[in-house]
């Protein structure tokens, strides 16, 4: 029998703590369950496996990080926008590392709220992008490249790969200005 008061939705809050304090790899079902004082069948009363909840943890990362990024966007343009969004990227992903490298996983196209999650993000982008003049193809190219470039930046701070004693902020803020030149010349006439 399942513990009084706990559901999916406490089980899967539980697993992303646990997976922003551990590693997402480090998460194991009999680790959750001894946590949660349960027995590890317990659990699959609320989860359909490791993998499951896994897939339940990216999607809650993936919605929290497309409410931090529409609030960071909320009322500015081109610049501030990108700026913002950056920022707010960068502060969640290092936050709720858990979480945020669940998110990162391709959504199961069968599951329809990890789709919406995980298009969210992916919107955010794109109303920002909207703003240098970049639609259809061109800011799916973009929002690849800017995704790419944060989520690299955010992997290597996270992994300790800024060794130099240089302001890793800094860096930061020339990444994402660089990302800016870059996005405004994409949209400039030759």
């Known amino acids: 029998m399942a513990r009084r008061g706990?559901?999916?939705?406490?089980?899967?809050?539980?697993?992303?703590a646990q997976a922003d304090a551990e590693g997402l790899d480090r998460v194991t079902l009999a680790g959750l369950a001894s946590e949660?004082?349960?027995?590890?069948?317990?659990?699959?009363s609320h989860v359909n496996g490791l993998d499951d909840l896994r897939r339940r943890?990216?999607?809650?990362?993936?919605?929290e990080l497309s409410q931090?990024?529409?609030?960071?966007?909320?009322?500015?343009?081109?610049?501030?926008?990108?700026?913002?969004?950056?920022?707010a990227y960068?502060?969640?992903a290092t936050a709720h590392p858990g979480r945020y490298a669940?998110?990162?996983r391709r959504p199961d196209p069968d599951d329809a709220g990890a789709v919406a999650a995980a298009t969210a993000v992916v919107d955010v982008v794109r109303a920002v992008l909207r703003?240098?003049?970049?639609?259809?193809?061109?800011a799916i190219h973009a929002i690849r490249g800017v995704r790419a470039a944060l989520?690299?930046?955010?992997?290597?701070?996270?992994g300790g790969g800024f060794g130099i004693p240089l302001s890793v902020d800094e860096s930061f803020a020339q990444l994402v200005a660089t990302l800016d030149r870059g996005l405004t010349n994409a949209t400039e006439p030759s």
């Open 6 to 16: 706990l559901d999916a939705a406490a089980v899967v809050a539980a697993g992303a």
């Open 36 to 44: 949660l004082g349960i027995r590890t069948p317990s659990l699959y």
């Open 57 to 63: 943890i990216g999607t809650q990362g993936a919605r």
């Open 68 to 87: 931090k990024l529409g609030e960071a966007a909320a009322g500015r343009a081109r610049h501030e926008a990108l700026n913002a969004v950056a920022h």
């Open 90 to 92: 960068r502060e969640y």
């Open 102 to 104: 669940a998110a990162q």
């Open 131 to 138: 703003g240098y003049g970049l639609e259809g193809d061109a």
């Open 151 to 158: 989520h690299g930046f955010v992997a290597l701070e996270a």
